[in-house]
């Protein structure tokens, strides 16, 4: 069920409906109500796979309770390596091996041996990235007794499974999702109607922003001979608005769907394209996987302890790591790899923390500095992201190299896109509004806040844009990982 | 909780009242394939061709120029599912059809979802591709889509403003655009008006080139469409009315710009495929080149269809 559908618009009044009418007398009735609505929600995508999802929390669950009986060492390492071997080995098998088949028969091959591997026809489970990286940090936490095992199965099941976030995150910790599911939770409008505010913007940013800059980056990047460096340009600053749009909306609707069942999830987004350096970006763009790598990855390599060529190491092999969790495919790495080096001289010469408070707080406008700050990191972001975007590293050196010829010099090719106007009217009026709003936890939460009127109609406008000016619908990106 | 919910449901009830009022509306407005299905069940008892097929078809074949009485119910868009679906039905009300004219054009083999026109199909034809069963209640939010809902209602208003003032007839529907305003739909068929210079622009052409090239690397489509294809000969058989499997014409820029490889092999597939069953195939690809006669490279406007409906007429005599 996608977030953006009809389906997930009759299904989420039903679900609350029950949260609050029906189950709201007893914590293990709403819980229930929970696991069971999150089980539909992904068994309407496939419902083969559920099986797949209920062994991953089973397997955790128990791996915990006996890591947490566990009389000696290596008893309790024992259940912890079973439980890690047999989590990134579903991610292997599904996410990675016809990467790693198909890789080494090209290898092979380059150096004249033929070889033919078995790959595997099988769809990649929806979300399997996400719920596997939450019961990985949550063995993680009991194997380093950060946290207790939890005995209640139905309250473990809904920390991993959580329809909100389940299929595109944001990667939640036990530590922080685990202790809302057990507590009580009342009814809170402020934080209901909160929700449904940020349920909107989500709905606006992936409906209106990111389907209809998809489509134009398509244009581009299914046919780059055909157009101007210029026009490729256009291409990829539309992909760059699109993969925000689609996922920090996909984001947004998660966090607002999640407050309106009494819950708060971890923040995803901290508006990134207004980052002054990448090390800023990297704090601000999917928050809860670059903490998750920082945690679980970054920290026990070492972190920064070991000096600067620690440092430098733990980077590149986080970069490295996380681009290749995105996908299956030499671009991520490569996409991982170049923002490992973007990020390389904050770390040598330890000004990565430079940034740290929002961009010109307080003040309407950034300074000049901070502006072409903004302006060189983000640009940097573009380029990146014909990474991430094209089918293969050929095809993205191909964009680059098309890209950097004389025609980039020419006026873009703008008639091959229709309505271009009013989407570029659209992008002016999205990144004021999340200009305007940077120092909130996302862009309209706090929006003309003492006019109700003025609020009112901001928001008919939102909703007249959403049903008027959708794009065609495209799955959400982050789906695929 | 209380307050929650009334407050929502008056922040909402702008939106129930129009999504009530565009359910109403999209029940009752007037469709081209109301206007096309209803055409063809009145002049049922004279119909001797029909004529099934995509746009190509729908803009290019007049039947005012064939000399059997003639009926165009191809469309824009059209699969050979829907030619095929839309034959099944109306076949047995026709008792004087004696030919066939299906158009099959470059893409036609590797092209069947057509996504919202399912939906239309359903509500105007009744023909049921399995669509989902939330898009058979909502025709508002999920049928036509909001986007299209207002532009019909647009259309609306626009025709009644102009009925007010003027007494000539406009089309009680909203067509595609390209056609006029005031024209008036004949026997199923209604044309493109004059040339869109902008449509023969190098990039224009190859990007709509591109479309049709992209649709060519289905391969599983065209096993569905040739199954398809098959199903229609063989109930035409059935009925013994004779078949005239055609390509339209296309302009020589856009011919210039898609693979011929592909068109011959499916030229030879077709060809084999029809020696079993009472049907001809005639290729008009590159019948006509005057630019002048088409709308945009791959649809012929008024006049070429009057050229192209002679050229026809005389081929299936």
Known sequence: MLFNSINFFIFLPIVFLLYWFVTNKKLVFQNGLLLVSSFFFYACWDWRFLFLLMFSILLDYITGIKMGEAKNKPEKKFWFWLSIIVNVGFLGVFKYYNFFAESLAESLSAIGLQTNFWTLKVILPVGISFYTFHGLSYVIDIYYDKIKPEKNFIDYAVFVSFFPLLVAGPIERATHLLPQIKKERKFDYDQAVNGLRQILWGLFKKVVIADNCAHFANIFFENPAQYSGSSLVLGALFFTFQIYGDFSGYSDIALGTARLFGIDLLRNFAFPYFSRDIAEFWRRWHISLSSWFKDYLYIPLGGSKGGTWMRVRNTFIIFLVSGFWHGANWTFIVWGLLNALYIMPSIIFNTHRNNMEIVAKGRVFPSVKEFLSILFTFGLTVFAWIFFRAESISAALDYIKRIFSKTLFTLPNIKVLADFEIIVCLLIFFISIEWLGRENRYAIEKIFSKSKWIRYSFYYIIILAIIILTGKSQEFIYFQF | ?317
């Open chain 2, 1 to 317: 909780m209380k307050k929650f919910l009334i407050k929502l449901f008056i922040f909402l009830s702008p939106f129930i009242l129009v999504s009530i009022f565009f359910e109403i509306y999209l029940r009752t407005v007037n469709t081209h394939y109301k206007e096309k299905i209803n055409g063809l069940y009145k002049n049922k008892d004279k119909v001797e061709v029909l004529i099934l097929g995509n746009s190509h078809a729908n803009y290019g074949i007049n039947p005012a120029y064939i000399s059997m009485e003639s009926y165009n119910m191809a469309m824009v868009n059209q699969p050979l599912l829907h030619d095929y679906l839309i034959l099944e039905k109306v076949i047995n009300s026709l008792p004087n059809l004696k030919k066939a004219i299906i158009s099959i054009d470059y893409h036609t083999l590797y092209f069947s979802d057509d996504g919202i026109r399912n939906n239309w199909v359903y509500y105007d034809y009744g023909i049921d591709t399995n669509i989902e069963y939330a898009t058979k209640l909502s025709r508002f939010w999920l049928g036509y889509t909001p986007k299209v809902a207002f532009s019909m209602l647009k259309y609306d208003i626009k025709r009644s403003i102009y009925n007010l003032k003027n007494e000539k007839p406009t089309l009680n529907f909203k067509a595609e655009n390209g056609v006029s305003f005031t024209d008036t739909i004949h026997n199923g068929w209604l044309g493109y008006t004059g040339t869109n210079p902008k449509k023969f622009n190098d990039n224009v052409v190859k990007s709509r080139a591109d479309v049709f090239n992209q649709n060519i690397t289905r391969k599983d489509e065209r096993v569905k469409n040739l199954k398809v294809f098959k199903s229609m000969l063989e109930l035409l058989k059935k009925k013994n009315i004779k078949t005239y499997v055609i390509t339209m014409p296309c302009h020589p820029k856009f011919r210039a710009m898609i693979d011929e490889n592909v068109r011959q092999k499916d030229i030879f597939e077709i060809e084999k495929i029809i020696k079993d069953y009472n049907a001809v195939y005639i290729d008009f690809f590159d019948n006509i080149n005057q630019q002048k006669l088409y709308y945009d490279c791959d649809h012929l406007n008024k006049q070429g269809a009057v050229i192209f409906s002679n050229l026809l007429n005389i081929s299936i005599q």
